[in-house]
């Protein structure tokens, strides 16, 4: 028999109603015939209110404690969702993570799952059991404490089973009905895709589109799990939402397939530092000790053995960076004139699995923003995505002119 993955994201299982009609939706894939493995968030704000408790609590909490705390969420709506499945006459029982279990490597507040052994579940199909509820963002480390997998961790569970049971799909309910080529917020014309390639996903879900977390969309590609991103407020046929996928199974798409952005980002440069092997390290060495998330890096060429050093780091890590810095230049690590900071900038990403093929697409990427008078701070490119840093006041304006000047309004 074939199973079925279906995760029902916090507002999926924000009230007892919302469950109800959650577990409508997988009592409709039974009738079908599929074996179901539902995962299920916490409710709603359930999970940003216990991390409150936590602080609140001890503010340099133990992180074990955090995990058995936070992962208490999703315990209920696991439970509440195998007794309404029970009430519509669908055998189904709810698992926690270190009942499956979902073995985890020890790094709490941000585990990852190494095994999911299928056995126990599988026995319970094999005697009748129609559905299985897991409670996702959760597992068990290897010294038998519970652990959760980092912020909207449960996308990362769902994956997770779909690739151990061999799942035909996994399903992702949420209350977006799917990936769109950008923010619908920012610009109207933003266009759900039907389908989406696993590495464009993993690009915009790491450039900042918050539908999938990123984690789950590598976990994807790396085992081919078809997911399907749809919304639970929705009537759904099985064309709903969007299809994350190989790109093998994507007949013709755009050059770019989405423009993504991140708003809060600075960019800092180190004024004249000396040009010789080891700088560089010594600099992003101090950063990253200090655990800035540096984004892009930029080395100009260098003049007399002095060159500038450019970074971007998100906004609220400026202050840890100049400080980073600051130590490394007393310690004698390294030596610059000035640091200048620029916390007033966002990034714009354009993301295509089609660039490989086709060339240009930077140089109407710049076409595009210059017609609208936008300068660029910064430039980075990879095999699939070019991403410019401009001033945050323009940032709306970039992504809808970069949407209307690769033609994204409209499908391939
Ligand atoms: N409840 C967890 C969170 O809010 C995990 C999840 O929903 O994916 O981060
Ligand atoms: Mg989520």
Same mark, same amino acid.
């Given at each position: 028999?074939?199973?079925?993955?279906?995760? /029902?994201?916090?507002?999926?299982?924000?009230?007892?109603?919302?469950?109800?009609?959650?577990?409508?939706?997988?009592?409709?894939?039974?009738?079908?015939?599929?074996?179901?493995?539902?995962?299920?968030?916490?409710?709603?704000?359930?999970?940003?209110?216990?991390?409150?408790?936590?602080?609140?609590?001890?503010?340099?909490?133990?992180?074990?404690?955090?995990?058995?705390?936070?992962?208490?969420?999703?315990?209920?709506?696991?439970?509440?969702?195998?007794?309404?499945?029970?009430?519509?006459?669908?055998?189904?029982?709810?698992?926690?993570?270190?009942?499956?279990?979902?073995?985890?490597?020890?790094?709490?507040?941000?585990?990852?799952?190494?095994?999911? #052994?299928?056995?126990?579940?599988?026995?319970? /199909?094999?005697?009748?059991?129609?559905?299985?509820?897991?409670?996702?963002?959760? +597992?068990?480390?290897?010294?038998?404490?519970?652990?959760?997998?980092?912020?909207?961790?449960?996308?990362?569970?769902?994956?997770?089973?779909?690739?151990?049971?061999?799942?035909?799909?996994?399903?992702?309910?949420?209350?977006?009905?799917?990936?769109?080529?950008?923010?619908?917020?920012?610009?109207?014309?933003?266009?759900?895709?039907?389908?989406?390639?696993?590495?464009?996903?993993?690009?915009?879900?790491?450039?900042?589109?918050?539908?999938?977390?990123?984690?789950?969309?590598?976990?994807?590609?790396?085992?081919?799990?078809?997911?399907?991103?749809?919304?639970? /407020?929705?009537?759904?046929?099985?064309?709903? +939402?969007?299809?994350?996928?190989?790109?093998?199974?994507?007949?013709?798409?755009?050059?770019?397939?989405?423009?993504?952005?991140?708003?809060?980002?600075?960019?800092?440069?180190? &004024?004249?530092?000396?040009?010789?092997?080891?700088?560089?390290?010594?600099?992003?060495?101090?950063?990253?000790?200090?655990?800035?998330?540096?984004?892009?890096?930029?080395?100009?060429?260098?003049?007399? +053995?002095?060159?500038? @050093?450019?970074?971007?780091? #998100?906004?609220?890590?400026?202050?840890?960076?100049?400080?980073?810095?600051?130590?490394?230049?007393?310690?004698?690590? &390294?030596?610059?004139?000035?640091?200048?900071?620029?916390?007033?900038?966002?990034?714009?990403?354009?993301?295509?699995?089609? @660039?490989?093929?086709?060339?240009?697409?930077?140089?109407?990427? /710049?076409?595009?923003?210059?017609?609208?008078?936008?300068?660029?701070?910064?430039?980075?490119?990879?095999?699939?995505?070019?991403?410019?840093?401009?001033?945050?006041?323009?940032?709306?304006?970039?992504?809808?002119?970069?949407?209307?000047?690769?033609?994204?309004?409209?499908?391939?």
């Amino acid at each position: 028999m074939s199973v079925l993955v279906m995760k /029902f994201g916090g507002t999926s299982v924000a009230t007892l109603d919302r469950i109800h009609r959650a577990a409508k939706r997988v009592a409709v894939e039974v009738a079908k015939g599929h074996e179901v493995i539902v995962i299920v968030s916490a409710m709603a704000g359930k999970t940003n209110e216990l991390v409150g408790w936590v602080g609140e609590t001890s503010p340099m909490y133990d992180a074990r404690e955090y995990d058995a705390v936070t992962s208490s969420g999703e315990n209920v709506t696991a439970g509440l969702m195998a007794l309404r499945l029970q009430e519509m006459d669908v055998p189904a029982r709810s698992w926690q993570g270190w009942q499956v279990p979902v073995q985890t490597t020890s790094a709490h507040g941000a585990a990852r799952i190494l095994d999911i #052994p299928p056995e126990n579940i599988r026995a319970k /199909f094999a005697e009748g059991m129609k559905v299985a509820v897991i409670a996702g963002f959760q +597992g068990v480390s290897p010294e038998g404490r519970i652990t959760t997998l980092g912020r909207g961790g449960s996308d990362t569970t769902a994956v997770a089973f779909a690739a151990a049971f061999e799942a035909e799909r996994c399903d992702i309910y949420t209350d977006v009905d799917g990936i769109y080529t950008t923010d619908p917020r920012i610009c109207e014309k933003a266009r759900k895709l039907d389908r989406i390639a696993f590495e464009e996903m993993l690009e915009l879900a790491s450039l900042g589109a918050k539908v999938l977390q990123t984690r789950s969309v590598e976990l994807a590609m790396r085992y081919k799990v078809k997911l399907r991103v749809l919304s639970s /407020f929705e009537e759904q046929s099985d064309e709903a +939402g969007t299809l994350v996928c190989d790109e093998e199974e994507i007949m013709e798409s755009n050059v770019v397939a989405g423009v993504a952005y991140s708003r809060d980002e600075a960019k800092m440069t180190l &004024i004249s530092v000396a040009d010789r092997p080891g700088i560089a390290s010594a600099i992003f060495g101090a950063l990253a000790d200090a655990g800035v998330n540096v984004d892009m890096i930029v080395q100009n060429i260098s003049e007399e +053995g002095r060159t500038d @050093m450019t970074f971007s780091c #998100p906004n609220d890590q400026v202050m840890r960076a100049e400080k980073a810095v600051e130590a490394a230049r007393e310690r004698g690590d &390294i030596r610059f004139n000035d640091l200048v900071t620029d916390t007033g900038v966002a990034k714009v990403s354009v993301v295509g699995i089609g @660039m490989r093929s086709h060339t240009g697409v930077a140089a109407d990427m /710049f076409k595009a923003l210059s017609a609208e008078g936008i300068n660029i701070k910064v430039i980075t490119t990879s095999e699939i995505k070019i991403s410019v840093l401009i001033d945050r006041k323009y940032m709306e304006l970039a992504v809808q002119a970069l949407h209307d000047a690769f033609g994204l309004d409209k499908a391939a």
